[in-house]
C-alpha cells in the first residue's frame, strides 16, 4: 500500500530550483515513487511506493533535507540569456503525441525509459538526422563510429563519477569461475525487483554505457599532440543516462541517440565554430519551422557540485540549450545544445596543442527522439500540417 510524506523544506526552494531539485529527489531513496514541489517552494510532497515505519521516514526526511540544502541555500538566481527566440512561430497540434504513438504502435515501451520505435518515429529520426549531417558537411567534419561501452577509467580521468553519480549505467559480465557461471545458469530468473543474480556474481566495473559521444573522441586524443592543431568531427550514438522516476515518455529516456558536431583545438578556432554551427542550424530550423528558443543553460550536475559548476557554467556562457515549444503542456524540452568545454578535457587527457599548452573543446549536440516527440508534439500526425520540406523527404 502506498503512502504520502509531507515536507517542509529548511529552505523555501526558489522558484529557478524548483525543477532541478524535483529531479534530485527520484534518488533520495528507492521508496520514492514521485516528487512535487508547491508552486510557492515551501512544502514537499513525496509518494511512497509502500507504507514505511516512522524511522524510515525520518531519514528519508533527512535526506531530502540535505539536498535541498546543499542546492538552495544561498542560491542566487543565474541570468538566462536568450540568443534566438522562435517561439511565435505556429503550431497545429495540443495534444500528448505519445497517446497516438501508443495506440498505433509507433512506440513500444521494452523497460522503463528504453523504447523500440515503429516506421514513421524512425523516418523522422532520420529525416532530423539528415539536416544534422548537412551541418556537419558544413564544416567537412570527418566521421567517426565510437563504441556503446566506454572505460570507466577514462572517465574517472574526466571527473564524471563526482559530477554525474546519479545517471551512470554500469556494464559487467560473471566472473570468470565454473561455479558461478553453472549457478546462474541453474537459479537466474526475473522477479519483480530484477534479476535474481547475487551481486558476487558479477566482475569489477571497468566498462560503462557512453553518457555522450564527445567523450569516445577526446579519449581517442589522449596522452598526445593534437594532429595539425584543429579537429572537427561528427558522430551519432546510443547515449545512457539514468533518471529514476524521471524516466517519463520520450522526454526523457534511458537510452537515447545523438548526432554531435565535436570541435577541437584552439580557443578561438572552437568559439567561432560553435558560433557558426548555431546561426547554420537557425536557418535548417526555419526551414522546418521548429517552434523554439536558444539560451544559456547547464548540465544536470548532482547535488554536492551543482551549485558550484552550475555557477561556473552559466558565468562563462558554456552553454546554451535548444528549447522546443511542447504546445500540450506549456512548456519546452531541451532537444540540442551547442556546448563550449574550455580547455578542461585538454588538461585532464593530456591532449596539447602545437605550442604544448591545452586543446579546447566544443560540441554542437541533438537529441533525436526528443526532437523527433517535439516535432510531432508542434505538428501532430496530419502530414498535410508538416512542412514542406518534411513531408518531401518522408515521400
Not at 504520502?4 to 526552494?13: C, K
Not at 522558484?15 to 515513487?33: F, M, N, P
Not at 541555500?73 to 543565474?78: C, D, F, K, L, S
Not at 605550442?355 to 510531432?376: K, M, S
Request: contains cysteine; hydrophobic residues 40%; proline residues 5%.
Amino acid at each position: 500500500m502506498s503512502e504520502q510524506l509531507e515536507i517542509t523544506p529548511v529552505v523555501t526552494i526558489p522558484d529557478h530550483l524548483v525543477g532541478q531539485i524535483r529531479s534530485k529527489l527520484a534518488y533520495v531513496d528507492e521508496l520514492i515513487a514521485q516528487a512535487e514541489i508547491s508552486e510557492d517552494g515551501s512544502l514537499i510532497t513525496l509518494a511512497l511506493h509502500r507504507k514505511a515505519s516512522e524511522d524510515k521516514k525520518a531519514n528519508i526526511a533527512g535526506k531530502i533535507q540535505h539536498v535541498v540544502e546543499e542546492m538552495a541555500r544561498g542560491a542566487i538566481q543565474p541570468k538566462v540569456e536568450v540568443l534566438e527566440d522562435h517561439s511565435a512561430r505556429p503550431t497545429y497540434y495540443d495534444r500528448d503525441p505519445m497517446e497516438v504513438l501508443r495506440a498505433s504502435a509507433e512506440v513500444y515501451e521494452e523497460e522503463t525509459g528504453v523504447f523500440v520505435f515503429g516506421p514513421l518515429v524512425t523516418r523522422l529520426m532520420d529525416f532530423f538526422e539528415s539536416r544534422f549531417l548537412m551541418l556537419a558537411d558544413e564544416f567537412e567534419a570527418k566521421p567517426y563510429r565510437f563504441p556503446t561501452l566506454i572505460s570507466a577509467k577514462m572517465l574517472d580521468r574526466v571527473d564524471y563519477f563526482s559530477a554525474f553519480p546519479h545517471s551512470l549505467t554500469f556494464a559487467t559480465h560473471l566472473r570468470e569461475d565454473l561455479d558461478v557461471i553453472n549457478h546462474f545458469a541453474h537459479e537466474a530468473h526475473y522477479t519483480e525487483d530484477g534479476l535474481n543474480a547475487p551481486a558476487e556474481s558479477f566482475s569489477r566495473f571497468k566498462m560503462l554505457n557512453s553518457p555522450a559521444v564527445c567523450y569516445h573522441l577526446y579519449f581517442s586524443l589522449a596522452d598526445h599532440p593534437l594532429p595539425d592543431g584543429k579537429l572537427i568531427a561528427t558522430a551519432v550514438g546510443h547515449c545512457f543516462r539514468y533518471e529514476s522516476t524521471n524516466l517519463t515518455s520520450m522526454e526523457r529516456l534511458w537510452n537515447f541517440t545523438m548526432r554531435e558536431v565535436i570541435f577541437v583545438g584552439p580557443k578561438d578556432f572552437v568559439l567561432e565554430n560553435r558560433e557558426k554551427s548555431r546561426q547554420l542550424m537557425e536557418k535548417i530550423f526555419e526551414d522546418i519551422g521548429l517552434v523554439y528558443h536558444v539560451e544559456t543553460a547547464n548540465d544536470p550536475f548532482f547535488v554536492g557540485e551543482f551549485r558550484k559548476q552550475v555557477a561556473f557554467q552559466t558565468a562563462f556562457q558554456l552553454k546554451y540549450e535548444i528549447r522546443a515549444k511542447l504546445p500540450f503542456k506549456n512548456s519546452t524540452l531541451a532537444v540540442g545544445s551547442y556546448n563550449y568545454h574550455q580547455d578542461f578535457f585538454g588538461r585532464h587527457l593530456g591532449i596539447t596543442l602545437p605550442d604544448g599548452g591545452p586543446i579546447h573543446t566544443g560540441c554542437t549536440a541533438f537529441g533525436l527522439e526528443r526532437i523527433v516527440y517535439a516535432f510531432l508534439s508542434q505538428f501532430g500526425f496530419d502530414q498535410s500540417k508538416w512542412p514542406q520540406v518534411v513531408r518531401d523527404w518522408i515521400k
